[in-house]
């Protein structure tokens, strides 16, 4: 017994006086933290060391320079050769990543504390360990911060190392998935910039990114570099006008975990460090790090008192290296007694020796649970409480920039996401109110406005030069701009003075612009202040603003004398109209016909009905009655129709030669007789007379109008009249918008006044020829508008062709077209636009003799008149339902008087309409009975003979 205790005692002493050597890699370029980072890892193995069982711990520091990757290679391998047991490095993901590559190599386990590349798991590299959460999950904190505040339209300023280009692209990447969450209006616009991740940072070349970050019109930008880039980079930035009120600047952990590294000297005379005021309002994110965790607070009170550190000198980064340096002394610890038993020799070399522990060694420290100053580490589970939270925090000055740093504003954490927890957030400029993200001027700006002389809308001034000598629509636009927006301009002319046209080179299968459209493909302009015309073929090379008018393509052609045309009289109907006019006079005038031998009170179906009817006797018989009880006239005509006949014996009949006459007298303005005697003629006669009426003034009114306007002979009255004679001649401007437009149309009418036409050298050519006579010219409706204002010959023929939009040119996704579109779209709810064309423009309406385009068609169609027409057949349809009833009624009044049914009268009355030639043959039978009637106080002795037949 005594002698087990003995050998367990000599084992427990012999572990414990085992020492192992822990290898720390400094980067001597991390001047902030280069000491303080030794202070803290002495502290740690002394704290280590001073638990007396267990092996103790030495350390071993390989300093080098950071910025040499062969510097870093040969420091990691020169660092083996100290027997180190494991390595601890609290350098940048860079530098992590050659090292892991080194260390790997060999089975030398590699502790990080502060590396956050995403990337650096993915490469094989099993002997890395990593206690700092990676960018990933920074990136979706970013992503979050942008989209609580709306802030969608970004610049992402990152390195070019391994560390930038990864973290940038896993950013860019979440902005692009977050895109399909949020609206069309909300989509991340994000522009990336990589600057060269020199070696100096003095010495950084940021002009040009600068200068596009100031073009782009970005006022929300995101800075993802290494600690040591990130005060130079803000410091071009404040030169170069993007820190201040407006814009937001959010700065990543790499630069937010190790604040000191951002402090300037106070000037070139003081060397003083400082933060200088206009990192005021920074948004950062930071390693999260419980300030109220007990272990935290007694580690910060434990080094301000031992080490003399201050609080701003106790970062994310310096704690976390303890907590390194704390977990890996205890996993050793722990397993002091499987590390003697293993024999662990630590011969790793580089190019050498593979360590053969060195697996065993990363296992122990995988399977290690440690709770630190920093938070809960657990390598195994990777169930980390405080590896998966960030701190939101905000820049702010706590007394002449000596002392100021980052506060704490909110948290963002994988479970919970972000949560900002304060009211008083400060932005940049010493603004408490949330900026908008985006830029409301263009100050500072000083754009290249591309024009020509073109009036109305751009007027230089012969043998003049600057702003002051454009006149016209679009420089005056242009001010406006420039006052609002408040930028700078010059104007530049194109070589050729042309707006832009593509010339397809078919041999080498490409092509190019020329004039305004070219300088603006070739960046010699910024913008086109022109009336540039909306084509698809031009939006596939630049952009464009609103429109700030609309404008087209039409025809313009001479008018002719009206006395040309003989039978200009004929023109205010078209030929549908006269055809119709004519079909319902005959149509009225044989309705006239039938009603007057259909209705029982009229002239012809009375007299064939006496004649049918009447008992000469019982006449007698009246007429002695009517003397001697002085009957009426009308008592007795009801009594025996044939005396109403024969009152009216010597009157014409409404025959079809009478109806004519007097429907044809009525359309001329003139009378006729006899008339109609029965309702329903004279109803449909009274609808007769109505259309007339309205058929009269309208054509009065449209001769006047036609008489006034001095372009009767002209036989164009549409575009598409062209294709459809020999007269005239139609041509397009070469090269022109119009052309490409026309011949693209889908239309083939359009299709077909493009193949036909004659090419134009310039503008002022076709007007030449259009004035001269037999021409037209196809160009577009504000130039046509503006030239042909003083010819009162001029006309446009008919419609629009098409309606085309004008507006400026921009690049292609310019950061431009928000603002201008912007004051475009207000300046055209004002009437802006408008004022400036009645200004400049010389307006057609206000041409001394008239406006009107030919074939803006006055002729009056039937399908323009079909309404008045529809009023006559109603008046038709009326007057049959008249005649029906007057057929009725007195079918039903004869009924009381003979022995005949309703139903018989009916029949004998619609026989004897339509039988007059048998009503002929009957009389002739009964010739020798005569009837005697008086039609004055002298007897007349009358037989039916006088009656006509």
């Given amino acids: 017994m005594k002698l087990v205790i003995l050998l367990c005692c000599f084992l427990q002493h012999k572990v414990s006086s085992r020492e192992y050597t822990i290898g720390f890699m400094l980067n001597e370029k991390d001047e902030s933290n280069f000491e303080n980072f030794k202070k803290v890892i002495k502290y740690a193995i002394n704290k280590a060391n001073s638990n007396s069982t267990g092996p103790t711990f030495n350390y071993a520091f390989e300093e080098y320079d950071g910025t040499s990757v062969f510097e870093v290679v040969n420091a990691s391998c020169s660092l083996m050769t100290k027997n180190v047991i494991m390595v601890i490095s609290p350098d940048i993901s860079n530098n992590i990543a050659v090292q892991a590559d080194v260390f790997n190599k060999v089975k030398m386990p590699l502790l990080a504390p502060t590396a956050t590349d995403s990337y650096l798991k993915t490469a094989g590299r099993s002997e890395l360990l990593l206690m700092a959460p990676s960018d990933m999950l920074q990136a979706q904190a970013v992503v979050d911060l942008l989209t609580k505040y ?49 070696s100096d940072p003095t010495k950084l070349e940021l002009d040009d990114i600068l200068k596009n970050m100031v073009e782009s019109l970005d006022r929300v930008f995101v800075l993802h570099c290494e600690d040591f880039y990130g005060k130079y980079v803000l410091q071009k930035a404040e030169k170069a006008g993007l820190l201040g009120k407006d814009f937001v600047w959010i700065v990543t ?41 007990p272990a935290f607070r007694a580690f910060k009170s434990d080094v301000m008192t031992s080490l003399g550190l201050e609080e701003k000198d106790i970062t994310p980064v310096v704690t976390m290296l303890y907590d390194a340096v704390m977990l890996a002394t205890q996993s050793l610890k722990d397993n002091a007694v499987e590390l003697e038993r293993s024999g662990v020799v630590t011969d790793a070399r580089c190019g050498k020796t593979i360590w053969q522990s060195g697996e065993y060694v990363t296992g122990l420290l995988v399977n290690t649970e440690y709770s630190g100053a920093s938070g809960f580490y657990n390598f195994d589970t990777e169930e980390i409480t405080g590896k998966y939270q960030y701190k939101i925090v905000n820049f702010v000055n706590l007394g002449m920039g000596l002392e100021s740093g980052f506060t704490g504003i909110g948290t963002w954490s994988n479970v919970k996401g972000l949560n900002i927890n304060s009211n008083d957030v400060q932005f940049l400029g010493d603004v408490k109110e949330t900026p908008r993200g985006i830029a409301n001027t263009l100050k500072g700006q000083h754009l290249k ?22 006149g016209g629509i679009c420089p005056e636009i242009v001010r406006r701009l420039a006052a609002d927006l408040d930028f700078t301009y010059e104007f530049i ?34 913008i086109i202040a022109m009336d540039l015309s909306v084509s698809s073929q031009r939006r596939s090379y630049i ?36 055809v119709a006019i004519i079909v319902a006079f005959a149509i009225i005038s044989l309705f006239q016909v039938i009603f007057g031998r259909l209705s029982p009170y009229d002239q012809h179906e009375m007299m064939a009905f006496a004649v049918e009817t009447c008992n000469c006797e019982k006449c007698e018989e009246k007429r002695d009655r009517k003397r001697i009880d002085h009957e009426t006239d009308e008592e007795t005509s009801k009594e025996c ?3 109403e006949a024969q009152r009216e014996l010597n009157s014409d009949t409404f025959s079809l030669n ?73 041509g397009l401007q070469q090269n022109s918008v119009t052309s490409a437009l026309l011949e693209n149309h889908i239309d083939d009418i359009q299709k077909d006044l493009q193949k036909g036409a004659q090419y134009v050298s310039s503008f002022d050519d076709g007007m030449r020829q259009v004035h001269e006579g037999g021409y037209a010219l196809i160009e577009d409706s504000l ?25 400026f040119g921009l690049p292609i996704n310019s950061p431009l077209a928000r603002l201008f579109n912007r004051q475009i779209l207000k300046y055209r709810e004002e009437g802006y636009f408008q004022d400036l064309w009645n200004h400049y423009g010389k307006r057609i309406e206000d041409r001394k003799c008239g406006k009107d385009n030919v074939g803006n068609d006055k002729t009056l169609s039937f399908q323009t008149l079909v309404g008045i027409f529809l009023i006559l057949l109603i008046g038709l349809m009326v007057s049959l339902g008249l005649l029906f009833l007057e057929i009725i009624m007195a079918s039903m009044l004869e009924s009381f008087d003979n022995e005949l049914s309703f139903m018989g009268n009916l029949k004998r009355r619609l026989r004897l309409a339509f039988s007059s030639t048998r009503f002929q043959r009957k009389f002739r039978k009964r010739r020798k009975k005569q009837c005697r009637f008086s039609t004055s106080t002298n007897s007349q002795v009358m037989t039916k003979e006088t009656f006509p037949g």
């Fill in 543 to 578: 952009d464009f603003t609103f429109s700030y008018q609309d404008s087209g393509i039409s025809v313009v052609i001479k008018g002719e004398s009206k006395t040309d045309n003989r039978f200009f009289f004929l023109s205010p109907f078209a030929f549908s109209t006269w």
């Fill in 641 to 643: 129709l044939a005396v």
């Fill in 253 to 293: 952990e790499s630069i937010v975990s190790n604040p000191q590294a951002l402090r300037l000297p106070i000037s070139e005379e003081n060397s003083r460090l400082h933060f200088p005021t206009y990192y005021e309002g920074l948004i950062g994110i930071s390693i999260y790090v419980d300030t109220l965790n």
């Fill in 449 to 470: 406005v591309g024009a020509t002389h073109a009036p109305p809308f751009a007027i230089l001034k012969e043998g003049c030069q600057g702003n002051a000598c454009w």
């Fill in 150 to 198: 709306r802030w969608t339209k970004l610049s992402l300023i990152a390195s070019d190392s391994t560390y930038g280009i990864h973290s940038a692209t896993t950013i860019q990447q979440l902005l692009i998935e977050t895109t399909a969450e949020v609206t069309v209006q909300e989509e991340f616009d994000t522009s990336v910039y990589f600057f060269e991740a020199v």
């Fill in 783 to 807: 130039w046509l508008e503006y030239n042909i204002s003083d010819s009162c010959d001029i006309f446009f023929v008919g419609e629009k062709l098409l309606t085309i939009p004008v507006a």
């Fill in 658 to 730: 009478n109806a004519l006459w007097v429907v044809g007298g009525n359309l001329m303005g003139q009378g006729g007789e006899p008339l109609p005697r029965s309702p329903s003629g004279r109803m449909i006669l009274m609808t007769w007379w109505f259309f007339v009426m309205l058929i009269t003034n309208m054509y009065a009114a449209n001769l006047t109008a036609f008489m006034t306007l001095d372009k009767q002979g002209v036989p164009i009255k549409a575009a598409s009249d062209l294709l459809k004679q020999q007269v005239y001649k139609w």
């Fill in 493 to 526: 002319v194109p070589e050729d003075g042309r707006y832009g046209h593509f010339y397809n080179n078919t041999v080498e299968g490409n092509g190019e612009w020329d004039g305004m459209v070219g300088d603006l493909l070739k960046n010699r302009i910024d």
